[in-house]
């Protein structure tokens, strides 16, 4: 589990021991890059040829991840407001980025119009045709005697008149319903296929409504979210190009690993691969790449990792927890060896120098594999021959006793306050000639709903005002008339038009009053409440036109520290102090929580130039206020902000001082003393390293006595 205490770096870490020069206090240091120094101080000595452990192996940084969702728009959008912001939770279904729709709204909304005025109009005209039908048929049924007694007995008739005023009636009317009866088909079958497109049409339209939306799909926390090509938040009305991502939803009840890229014919020829997270052990299930997405993600340009799921994992794996993966490419275990450097070649093969009765003698080798430094000694030499050797390691008398502790960097930067929610306050008068007065209200400074904001001067437009209450005076005078002509009439037939004349004078009333307000207005008051971002810079009696800019408040509920991590040490869930300046009190202090993904949890797309840090919401007020208080003294600057902490953590590892190691050809070893007081070269595996200290994946171990100079 992640822990945070600086304080407790490295305590106790090394025991040194009382010969030689003395104690040596083992102090934490924080940095980033260390200089790595070749081999000094040689001297000649005699190593023993004995068995050990050869292993070739490979370190990758990692980084503890949950797994990721990333969103992206179908068409071009019209950004209107986000639906959540970093580290927020929100839920399966949930809106991320809300678009102006309008227009599609507009578009849904004649469509559904126009198929109700069709239904309309064909049931109308349906009806019609079923009464016409229906007094057809009637006439038809009447007739229909009458031509059933002219069929039983036709000699009884005058043919002709029989023809007028029987079976030509009877034929017509017949004829007039089955035309009747086929118009209607064939009216029923062109409404069927218009009305089924328009409602095709209409679903199209609403599933590129739903489309306009950008809604996750899973529940989980939000990591990243839209942001202009400046690195800056959406502003209402910002366009959104289609296919473009915008937003990245993290279940965090999942783990997986993501290093460097590693090639999988690496990973096949591996003789073991596995992860270590503070001190400990974790196997790991490797997800191969497809082919093609790695060129595709190579000619986009962007960085390619290699993703493992951690198995066996527990509560004690946090989401960005740091992690090394150890891939071991050949081991030998308890062969016997002897120092990579011992060993010469001349004409006839490799050799040693072996120490024998008190002269060294030339003996010929046959090697196995090398970790570059020791080899596997085949042939030509046994367990216990000394070898001449020139010592490469530090050899001084000052030594150190291994043991385990906490390995960590400490990052340390300036950072500023970031407002993703802004909202502008523009002049709420329409009436008259509006005259700037004055700004009432300052940058940073918390903004509560109803306070003031700006003073103005208000010139009355009395003819506009006049016309209107002359307009009123007489619809109320017409609309007196009415009511009276409705009494005398007792009738409803002017019930409508009185109707509308009391919207009319409704109208009116709200129109006066507004103006009457308007023109009295000297105080401009804030619609909302918020810390204010800008203010209005304007002359004295500057004409406000309508809709003039006062001021941008931003809702200081939603706001993140933001610091430029070029160099992404930092990781979702990493906690830093946070300190600040109030005008009450200097060098306040909270902790706040990373909430962004770094690079390697999202695509380049999502990848902000910032890192965003949660604060506390009931500190948000007054860390806002930091920036007034810088505002309001000298050499004021947007890093008002302090960030410190202990990040890329590894806890319960062995950690060796920088002095006592030295690298050679991307080998660290260290200089051991044995229990008889030889000193030999002990190879181990680095897991990373800071200003002053490394720390071991492998072949060291706790209780191990080393020389540090």
Known sequence: ????????????????????????????????????????????NYETATYRTIYDSLIYSATVLPYIEEYSTDGALTFDHYGAYFGDEVKKGQTLIHTDDSGIDNQIESMEDYIKSMDESYQEYMAGKEEELAKKQHTLNNLQGYMDAYNANPESYDQKVADVQLIGPYRTTEHAINTIKLNMEQRTELYELDRERQVYLLSELKKQKKGASVVSEISGVLVSMALDRNGAFLTEGAHIGADTPVAAVADLSQRILKCDYINSSKIRKAKDIYAIIDGNRYELEYHPMDPEEYVQLNSQGEKVYTTFTLLGWGEEIEVGDFAVIALMNDISENVLSVPTEAIKKDDVGRYVSVKKDGTNKQVYIKTGITDGVYTEVLSGVEAGDEILVETAGKTGKTTAVLKKGNFNTVYESKAYMEYPSQSVLYSPIENGTVYFGSTLVQRFQQLKKGDDIVTVRVEADEIALQRNETRRTRLMERMADLEEMAAEADTEMYDEQIANMKEQIADLDEAIAKQKADFATTVIKAEKGGVVLNTVYASEETIMSRGFYMVTVADEGTCFIATEDTNHVLQFGDELKITYDTLEQKGKTVTGKVVSMAPIGVGASLVSGNTYIAVPADKAGEMSQALFAQERGPGWSVYVYGLSGAVREMNNVLVVPKKAVTDKNGNTYVSVVKENGEIVSQRFVAGGYNANYYWVVDGLTEGMEICLE
């Open 1 to 44: 589990m992640r822990k945070k205490s600086i304080s407790l770096l490295l305590c106790g870490v090394l025991m040194l021991s009382l010969f030689g020069c003395g104690k040596e206090e083992a102090q934490p240091s924080a940095g980033t890059n260390i200089t790595l120094i070749e081999p000094v101080n040689a001297t000649y």
